[in-house]
């Protein structure tokens, strides 16, 4: 919002997103006051899930626990790892905030990914462009050659590297890779035109056996993996989604219902 006096050139615009023009008497003046502090009280009622997880407290124990996220397709449950420590604290402060509660997958690309974690997806409408919000700070990156984009693993978005050299992460947004496998004659490809380097042996192995997405590898920082509810994440990524100016969302709004720390624990393992 700006407010800008029509009637005395020497005073500044005070800056807002929206222009508020009066002539300077007392009633328009008291009236753009009225508008100002109404439009602060209904920022701060938004921006609620992101004022109230910077203020989150950890404990040890939460460190050593699962996450349970539950989606209108299903329920996904989450393992962080204690080799991105930045990025696993930051979102367990998310998750013990309540900050997903609502919001949408917004990005699905099948065989791919699906990404969620824009606060501004929890009130969208149909056809709102996503992907561009999320709380006003990042996350330096925590590359380890020991976490690469298998099927199941889970990573923090972030802008390109033409505006981000140092790959920092989004503090908010994610994604998890559902992925393909692929062939020694496919993976030599992306070492020679995407990675410019050697995928070690083990990788190449779980990428032509489990599938993932290799051309992200040391990119984008992994901080953690599904340890069950790949189905729920397969028919996410099944779902039909706009070719419109929101490219790659679904067209049915697929939300996370709620999300909470649970005791870790031995799962089946997920196909």
Known sequence: MQLCFLNNPNLQYIYNPVVICFDGTLNHFNMAIKYVILCGVLA???????????????????????????????????????????????????????????????????????????????????????????????????????????????????????VNPEKVSSSSQFYIVQGKKYTDTGLDSVEIKRLKRKIPEYQREIYKTLGGSPFL????????????????????????????????RPLKDVRILSERLIKRRNYPVDP
């Open 217 to 248: 590898d040391q990119n984008y920082t992994i901080f953690g993996e599904v340890v069950s509810g790949m189905g729920t994440v397969d028919r996410i990524a099944a779902g039909t989604t706009s070719k419109g100016e929101d490219q790659d």
């Open 44 to 162: 701060l009622l938004f921006s609620i899930p992101v004022i109230s997880q910077t203020g989150v407290k950890l404990k040890k124990r939460d460190r050593k626990k699962d996450i349970e996220l539950v989606t209108t397709e299903g329920t996904i449950i989450l393992r962080l790892s204690d080799s991105t420590p930045l990025h696993r604290d930051n979102f367990l402060r998310l998750v013990k905030s309540g900050f997903y509660d609502s919001l949408l997958f917004h990005r699905v690309i099948q065989y791919f990914m699906i990404q969620g974690g824009d606060p501004n997806s929890r009130r969208a409408i149909a056809g709102q462009l996503l992907g561009d919000s999320s709380p006003p700070y990042t996350i330096p990156a925590e590359f380890r050659v020991s976490l690469f984009h298998k099927r199941g693993v889970l990573a923090a978005a972030r802008e390109s590297d033409n």
